[in-house]
């Protein structure tokens, strides 16, 4: 969703428009772009000609910043259910599993920070959003 609206920087774009452009429901559209504004992403207007646009330069908004932005959980939302507590002494798996889910979280926290939207979009042209030739 902030790809489409960095696609289209500096121009406005109403949540309806958005939501049938991600095919959604304007309504997760509208709580999606609260909590983009809230975190200075995005920036709205309300009225005739109203709508939203990137608060900055796409260059400078990471994937990282609208993951925060927007979830609630880990990148991975794994959980790491232990039936064996009571072997903590003798068993070592557990720990050792929520170690490495620790640094594969961390290391995607790092990889999303160096992915900025103008790195996922280029700009609109024609009525139709050109993908970024950037491979992660």
């Known amino acids: 969703m902030a790809a489409f609206v960095g696609a289209q920087h500096p121009a406005r774009v109403n949540t309806h428009r958005i939501a049938r452009m991600v095919d959604t429901h304007p309504s ?9 504004v809230k975190a200075g992403i995005l920036c709205s207007s309300r009225g005739s000609g109203g709508g939203v646009t990137l608060a900055r330069a796409p260059s400078t908004i990471t994937l990282a ?6 979830q609630t959980q880990d990148i991975l939302s794994l959980g790491m259910h232990d039936p064996f507590k009571a072997w ?18 961390a290391k995607m926290r790092d990889d999303l920070a160096k992915i900025r939207i103008s ?3 280029r700009r609109w042209e024609g009525g139709k ?8």
């Open 28 to 36: 997760r559209v509208r709580r999606i772009v609260s909590s983009l």
């Open 65 to 70: 910043d609208i993951h925060d932005a927007v």
């Open 88 to 105: 903590k002494d003798n068993c070592f798996v557990h720990p050792t599993f929520e170690k490495l889910y620790g640094d594969l979280e």
């Open 119 to 121: 790195d996922v979009y």
């Open 129 to 136: 959003a050109q993908r970024s030739s950037r491979t992660a």
